[in-house]
């Protein structure tokens, strides 16, 4: 055999052992690029499963412009109701809340507890106070004076007695409804505290605007409550990835001296 020969059968041999090889670096190289990029296979991510409702609580003139407190006695003073405070805050005074006709939208919020009405000012502060059924409210005396606190409301009857500054007191609420909250020494005191079924509820900001994000897609019902009106209601539907709109407007006489 030539030489030429013997070295085109090495060249032969050669190729039989590289060519397989480096063809297989070829065949992978684009997969292990893919897998650098991240570190991992891409993953599949899901979006837009829930949805929110916004919206805005605008509030009639009469209420911005005179807040009359309620009053267990007759008013014999003769001296003239109270301003009321900045608009900004008297919104605050409004709730909203939801009711569900789907499956689930029950779970979607938690209490925003723990809940306190203080005696401040001669003032209950809040003065209107939302809490889920079961929630115990917290009754401190901030005031250099003896405050009592009571209520002869049907959804809760209580009379915490008098106690001192730096004392407090609390009441559980296990029945929903509306519970006028007093002051047996201070008569111009008065306060609210509405208690709910569910704590799917909020309060406006103080320019009236509200929000519920984070909804399962169905129908809901909003309710906007003040305790000088009649609730007014909307009906929504909440899709995936969408946001839905309800505004309110709710004009309010207001309230007689006395009632």
Known sequence: MSIRSKLLGSLRFVATLVLPAASAVVFLTPSLVVLGEEGRPPASRSRGETGEMRGSVTLGPRLTARKVH?????D???SSPRLSPPAAEEVRNVILYLDSKTQGGADAFQAPGPFRMEQRGESFVPHILPVPKGSTVEFPNDDVIYHNVFSLSKAASFDLGRYPRGDSRSVRFDQPGIVKVFCHIHPNMSAVILVLD???FTTPDAEGRFAFPDLPPGSYTVTAWHERARPV?????ILPGKIATADFSIPLEDAPLGE
């Open 76 to 78: 014999v003073s003769g």
């Open 198 to 200: 569910h704590s799917r």
């Open 233 to 237: 209601h909307r009906n929504l539907v």
């Open 70 to 74: 309620f009053s267990l006695y007759p």
